[in-house]
């Protein structure tokens, strides 16, 4: 037996292996969902227990990001809107959350205060209950600065579930990526980049989802936030799961500058790098102009559609990049210490 890594942790294939063999391939399937729901049968951003006239809609999460202080937000503000989005991901609309706060001993109570008034102020702005939680403290050294855990909790009328995506839906992305996961890179790597471009894009995305939920949920086949392994690890995990051919245009992908300049200085794919504040969606072909025309009126100017799903026997499972130059190449499922501990 080996041992654990930070790769482990990354949200990449070795994430995925790790989960299959410590857990997925050890419940068995009559105890992976709750009777007419979703859960880990299909391993997605959160689960779906029955109601009588939909379901309720569970998410969970641990917000372990290093420096949990960084431009825009801090990791109080990442949690909120992590787990907003993540029940958001599957249709449902957040009603309440409940959260766990670890605290290293020697925390500054000005740091939690701030983080704290960050997390209550996004959830209190989008109405949403915070029902409980718990509050612990760790011995100095046994633990770095702070983790907070939240669970969220929804509700939805119809899921959206990824492995209904099928050949011939588009692909959108709702704005530029890799954001979060650049600018928490740059600080590890001791890059000063308070005042400057680069920020996180750590947001709910109630707005545009709530307005697309009511107009278009027939359409929504798949949705996802990018959040470790970036679009490549949403965009695989796809693939995998339709059994399809994903086929993305590199020219189409909003990537900014200030970006794409930290990901190439640091030798890593800005597309392997975490969103926090965007939305990836497979959606009927026949619907896709009108859905990326909406996201565009409400103030997301840079969604593109950037690719489509195909069919394939022989190749099932693969997402191709057709490069800037011309071209195609395969876009793999990020592997290794991308990132740790970035969100």
């Known amino acids: 037996m080996g041992k654990i890594s930070l790769s482990h942790g990354s949200g990449g294939i070795e994430t995925s292996k790790l989960l299959e063999r410590f857990i997925f391939s050890r419940v068995p399937d009559r105890l992976k969902k709750v009777e007419g729901g979703l859960g880990i049968d299909y391993p997605d951003d959160a689960a779906a227990i029955p109601t009588l006239d939909g379901y309720i809609v569970v998410t969970t999460d641990s917000y372990t990001v290093n420096p949990p202080f960084f431009p825009e937000t801090n ?29 290293e001993e020697g925390f500054p109570e000005e740091d939690l ?35 907070i855990n939240m669970v969220g909790i929804g509700y939805a009328k119809k899921l959206i579930i990824d492995k209904n995506l099928e050949p011939g839906d588009k692909v959108i992305i709702t704005g530029p990526v890799g954001e979060h996961g650049a600018v928490i890179l740059a600080l590890q790597q001791g890059f000063k980049v308070e005042g400057g471009e680069l920020r996180s894009d ?132 990020p592997r290794g210490e991308l990132v740790p501990r970035i969100c």
């Open 113 to 147: 205060r701030r983080i704290i008034d960050t997390m209550l102020s996004i959830l209190g702005s989008h109405g949403i209950a915070v029902i409980g939680g718990d509050f612990k403290v760790m011995p100095r050294n046994t633990l770095d600065n702070v983790i």
């Open 202 to 333: 750590a947001r709910p995305l109630i707005g545009i989802m709530d307005k697309l939920l009511e107009e278009y949920i027939g359409d929504i086949h798949a949705a996802r936030d990018p959040t470790r392994g970036g679009v490549a690890m949403a965009l695989n995990d796809w693939a995998s799961t339709t059994n399809t051919v994903i086929v993305v245009d590199e020219a189409k992908i909003p990537i900014k500058d200030v970006v794409r300049s930290y990901a190439e200085m640091l030798g890593i794919d800005p597309l392997s790098l975490a969103c926090e504040g965007v939305a990836l969606l497979g959606v009927r072909r026949e619907a896709a102009e009108d859905i990326l025309e909406l996201i565009r009126s409400l103030g997301h100017e840079e969604a593109e559609i950037i690719g489509e799903v195909r069919q394939s026997p022989e190749y099932g499972g693969t997402v191709l990049l057709k490069s800037v130059v011309g071209g195609f190449r395969i876009l793999e499922p």
């Open 75 to 103: 990791i109080g503000g990442l949690a909120a809107s992590g787990t907003i989005n993540d029940v958001l991901m599957l249709g449902g609309k957040p009603l309440a959350v409940l959260d766990s706060i670890v605290v």
